[in-house]
């Protein structure tokens, strides 16, 4: 299973743009507090999650309380890193993989780091920025473990319209 982490996320509309890369991906969320939003009907709707319905999610307490309660592979992203992303195998479907990410001002707090050096990674970008958008990182982190799982169970069409929507006159 395929698992996107947030640590300690603080802006309620990048959360609500990774929740709907979430329920498009099939992907689990997990929300690491302190949160620096509210997780009501009335925050998450200005944030445009209008799926919240369909998300899978859980909140933990701590970092600490995560780990106990979630085993498997994580993988940790850092402008630290020194991997790209592409370099680490994700094609195993039966792994529970999760995926990290860090809060928007300051990441992943170094001494988690140091215990996972092997596990952190980096998308490779120009010296011209610091990091990327939080939300964009994790639909690109995603779609490459999709990608090497030949986008296990996900619609390779559009359903609403159907298969064939471009070829019809």
């Given at each position: 299973m395929n698992n996107i982490v947030l640590y300690q996320p603080e802006i309620p509309q990048n959360t609500g743009n990774i929740m709907r890369t979430c329920v498009a991906t099939n992907t689990k969320l997990h929300l690491i507090k302190p949160l620096g939003f509210l997780l009501d009907d009335a925050h998450l709707r200005r944030s445009g999650v209008n799926y919240i319905d369909k998300l899978d999610y859980e909140v933990y307490d701590s970092f600490d309380e995560f780990k106990?309660?979630?085993?498997?592979?994580?993988?940790?992203?850092?402008?630290?890193g020194k991997k790209p992303h592409t370099d680490f195998d994700f094609s195993d479907c039966n792994d529970n993989i999760y995926l990290i990410f860090g809060k928007e001002s300051t990441g992943i707090p170094k001494d988690i780091l140091k215990d996972n050096l092997d596990s952190c990674m980096r998308i490779p970008m120009t010296d011209n920025v610091r990091?990327?958008?939080v939300s964009n990182s994790v639909a690109i982190a995603i779609y490459e473990v999709l990608r090497q799982q030949n986008y296990n169970n996900l619609l390779k069409y559009e359903p609403h319209k159907g298969a064939d929507w471009l070829e019809r006159e």
């Open positions: 106990t309660k979630n085993k498997g592979k994580y993988y940790f992203f850092t402008r630290y990091a990327l958008n």
